[in-house]
């Protein structure tokens, strides 16, 4: 079965940088779009990032379009986010999950990854 680590969490402060990571153990063969997302507490979980696996197209909301960028690196099974210019909004546990089409559809998500941005 698929699973997802994520890492690269941390504290930084407001203006600085961190790239996540989201390493795939598993089948990859019938894997569709990766994606991210956050939810910080009390707020709804927020789409923040997508990526084909098989392919360069990316989508980004317009919160952080600009700022952050995903990309991937098949060889190491492993897709990522670079956030940059991170503000105290952005504070937020961030997950990585895996779209997995076939005769049922299924979703597979990481446990996530602490995101703390200070003033």
């Known amino acids: 079965q698929v699973q997802l680590v994520e890492s690269g969490g941390g504290t930084v402060l407001a203006g600085g940088s961190l790239r996540l990571s989201c390493v795939v153990s598993g089948p990859t063969s019938g894997l569709g779009t990766m994606g991210w997302l956050r939810q910080a507490p009390g707020k709804e979980r927020e789409f923040v990032a997508a990526?084909?696996?098989?392919?360069?197209?990316?989508y980004y909301p317009d919160s952080v379009k600009g700022r952050f960028t995903a990309s991937r690196d098949n060889t190491k099974n492993t897709v990522y986010l670079q956030m940059n210019s991170l503000n105290p909004e952005d504070t937020a546990v961030y997950y990585c999950n895996a779209i997995e089409p076939g005769d049922v559809l299924r979703v597979h998500w990481g446990d996530g990854t602490q995101v703390t941005v200070s003033q």
């Open positions: 990526i084909n696996w098989s392919e360069d197209t990316t």
